[in-house]
């Protein structure tokens, strides 16, 4: 084929933000309890941080046993976005304390949909790409590990499972992803499955 003729292939960045740019496939979820997220004020944002090869993973950080909230859950890094920030910045910031990820390492695909969370949080994720295997080092107080999981494994629909608890007297619902043993469940697991509506990825 004439080098003209040849379709142009795209970095791992330009995929995602030409997905990223698609109408979503179905309306993302909004928070985790309808009576609560109307509360939800505090803007706080997330890193999904994709790392760059041939099957991508994405970062996923355990919150340490005796943390406030969150406690031993998997997480993304991200926290409270600061006086001054935006989601861009505050997600850059947090994994870089979280988890020492330099920020000029991430190139920036674009953001999601806001997700509201019983805590009060207005959680913007934000979606970037990073090198492969990152040298992350977990602060010690907050991090108990980190793991990568593949990206196309987490946006599976067939692993986003519903599960049924009682929460409050009432029976509430939610989204469980489970990779390797490790269980991904609550807010996380509902931000990945709004960005699996989101790409629609293949």
């Known amino acids: 084929m004439p080098e003209s ?12 933000r030409a997905a ?6 179905r309306p993302p979820l909004e928070g985790d309890l309808p009576e609560l997220r109307a509360q939800a004020s505090v803007p706080a944002a997330v890193l999904i941080a994709v790392t760059d090869q041939a099957e991508p993973g994405v970062i996923l950080a355990v919150r340490r046993e005796h943390m406030r909230t969150h406690a031993g859950q998997i997480a993304f890094p991200g926290g409270r976005i600061d ?16 988890l020492l990820l330099e920020p000029t390492s991430v190139e920036i695909v674009g953001t999601i949909e806001a997700y509201r969370t019983v805590t009060g949080y207005v959680v913007t994720p934000v979606l970037g790409v990073i090198p492969t295997d990152p040298p992350l080092t977990p602060h010690e107080r907050e991090i108990a590990d980190w793991f990568e999981a593949p990206l196309e494994h987490l946006l599976d629909l067939a692993n986003h499972r519903r599960q049924t608890a009682l929460f409050g007297g009432q029976e509430r619902h939610y989204y469980e992803i489970v990779w390797n043993g490790r269980r991904i469940w609550g807010a996380t697991a509902a931000m990945i499955v709004n960005l699996s509506r989101r790409l629609q990825w293949s």
């Open 5 to 16: 003729r040849r379709p142009i292939e795209l970095n791992l960045a330009e995929r995602l």
């Open 20 to 25: 990223l740019s698609s109408p979503a496939a």
């Open 83 to 98: 006086p001054g920030e935006d989601p861009i910045a505050a997600a850059l910031r947090e994994a870089h304390e979280e």
